[in-house]
């Protein structure tokens, strides 16, 4: 099983909602990862976990709060968000905890604040 | 001088063509270097990781060169299903990701 996986597929939410985006992964990796990708442009780092606990937080909003609840499963609680927030949010593993191994996506949760 | 540069093309090639892409980049500290593939509305997903000897996966040779700090990607014999966006990726204590470089093929 190579696969990290990603519910929803796509999410609309209005600014007042509180929504959580899931992934998984059962590759054994130790560390996973939550970007942020706007057409057309990059993906940028939100978060890293690793060994389950928050390693990075490239200077997040507060109303993005990550959770590891255990090494194989990652969420992104939403809350209060903008529509500039609207992006495809991408969750990432990696077999080194410490992140010194290239990166395996799942297919992204489509966000559209409205 | 921005982390990483690489072209955004489009590179526009016919079927069958070679097309090489070029990415440098600044921070010297950079530990593994990769290709991903990203195609229109889909998640990135990895190409290849590059090696300073070079290394080859059927149409695909990545090379690595430390010196001038840059990493390539050459593409023998285009196929259709080639048309994506390949994204240069250097590692550091993170993942860093070139703009992206898009490519299409063309009957």
């Known amino acids: 099983d190579t696969e990290v996986t990603q519910t929803p597929k796509h999410l609309v939410m209005g600014m007042t909602n509180k929504k959580s985006l899931k992934c998984e992964q059962h590759m054994g990796h130790r560390a996973m990862y939550w970007y942020k990708q706007k057409a057309k442009k990059p993906p940028e780092l939100m978060f890293v976990?690793?060994?389950?606990?928050?390693?990075i937080n490239e200077s997040v909003p507060s109303r993005f709060s990550p959770e590891c609840p255990n090494s194989s499963l990652l969420n992104l609680h939403l809350h209060a968000l903008q529509p500039e927030d609207s992006a495809l949010y991408l969750c990432?593993?990696?077999?080194?905890?410490?992140?010194?191994?290239?990166?395996?996506f799942g297919p992204g949760t489509r966000l559209t604040v409205l | 001088r921005k982390e990483v540069e690489q072209d955004p093309g489009p590179f526009n090639v016919p079927e069958g063509a070679t097309v090489a892409f070029n990415c440098t980049y600044s921070?010297?500290?950079?530990?593994?270097f990769f290709w991903y593939r990203q195609d229109c509305r889909k998640e990135p997903k990895l190409l290849m990781s590059?090696?300073?000897s070079g290394n080859e996966d059927g149409r695909f040779t990545a090379q690595l060169n430390r010196a001038s700090q840059y990493i390539s990607l050459l593409i023998r014999d285009s196929k259709l299903s080639d048309s994506a966006t390949y994204l240069c990726v250097f590692l550091t204590d993170k993942l860093i990701f070139g703009t992206g470089t898009r490519l299409q093929v063309f009957p």
């Open positions: 976990y690793s060994y389950e606990k928050l390693s």
């Open positions: 990432a593993s990696s077999q080194d905890g410490r992140g010194w191994s290239e990166q395996f």
């Open positions: 590059v090696y300073s």
């Open positions: 921070n010297s500290a950079s530990q593994s």
